[in-house]
């Protein structure tokens, strides 16, 4: 598996290194020249609302690299199906259901709380064909982008740990190095903690924004199928009421597009080098 250096991973050094030096100038340049004390505000917000940006912004690589596309797939007819915040009892039996009706490989990305309380769907998952991977211990949604080290490391491995127990003795039951993050958001550490135990952090190249009650279904099917081609990564939510419904819909016109869904092996997503 190609596994960057985040150390070396220079967006995110220069990132970084501004807002120290933007932090340093905003206490410094107050003290030794005329201007106001709250001047030193002003000096630090535009590094500051850079570094906001790169914490919430789900598709920036700024401090760190992310997986947005399957370089194995991009000659092929296969794309990438995950489905996030998982499982539940109401709607997993009824995704499976059509992902075997179409003969649809996906990966579930699932909350460590949630595999904790319904271990048999994510053994039943793993039964179908499809991957499990780890979307965080509790999906701190609002927070995570601001959580502090030991609390992100907590979310990663309490996921992963869920994850273990709930397949059990299974086959392979280690949970693939794979994390998909809150909303896309990126605290400050979660690209050394993933670096750390050498997992990618998985994005998406099309989302159909079904992460609420009642989105419109004509709306999340236009943006999914606009971002359907070979090598996509697709992200749908479960455990909204409407995962069924939309893959019912999604999954016919994949195939009729000639587009298969896949699950690709973890060792041949390789990050990018963070060039943009
Ligand atoms: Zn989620």
Not at 115 to 144: D, K, M, W
Not at 145 to 152: G, I, T, Y
Not at 246 to 260: F, H, M, N, S, Y
């Amino acid at each position: 598996m190609t596994l960057p250096s985040i150390h070396s991973y220079r967006p995110r050094r220069l990132l970084l290194s501004w807002v120290g030096l933007a932090a340093v100038a905003a206490v410094m340049v107050p003290a030794v020249s005329p201007l106001p004390a709250w001047s030193g505000i002003l000096i630090f917000l535009p590094a500051h609302l850079t570094l906001l940006w790169a914490q919430l912004s789900p598709s920036c690589r700024w401090l760190g690299p992310v997986v947005d596309k399957v370089p194995g797939f991009v000659a092929s007819d296969q794309l990438w199906l995950t489905l996030d915040d998982g499982p539940d009892p109401d709607e997993t039996p009824a995704v499976l259901e059509v992902l075997d009706r179409h003969g649809a490989k996906a990966t579930f990305f699932v909350i460590g709380t949630r595999a904790s309380a319904h271990p048999e769907l994510i053994r039943e998952i793993r039964r179908r064909g499809h991957q499990v991977a780890n979307h965080s211990a509790t999906h701190p949604q609002g927070l995570f982008w601001a959580l502090p080290r030991p609390a992100v490391a907590r979310e990663l491995d309490g996921g992963a740990q869920a994850l273990r127990e709930a397949l059990g003795d299974d086959d392979g039951a280690q949970p693939p190095p794979l994390f998909r993050s809150p909303v896309g958001m990126t605290p400050i550490s979660l690209p050394t903690l993933l670096a750390e135990r050498g997992w990618l952090r998985i994005g998406w190249s099309a989302r159909g924004l079904d992460g609420v009650a009642r989105p419109d279904l004509d709306a999340v099917e236009r943006r999914l199928v606009a971002g359907a081609r070979p090598g996509a990564i697709l992200a749908l939510h479960e455990g909204r009421g409407h995962a069924p419904e939309l893959l019912g819909r999604l999954l016919p016109r994949l195939q009729a597009a000639g587009l298969a869904c896949a699950v690709p092996d973890a060792s041949s997503l390789g990050a990018d080098s963070g060039r943009r």
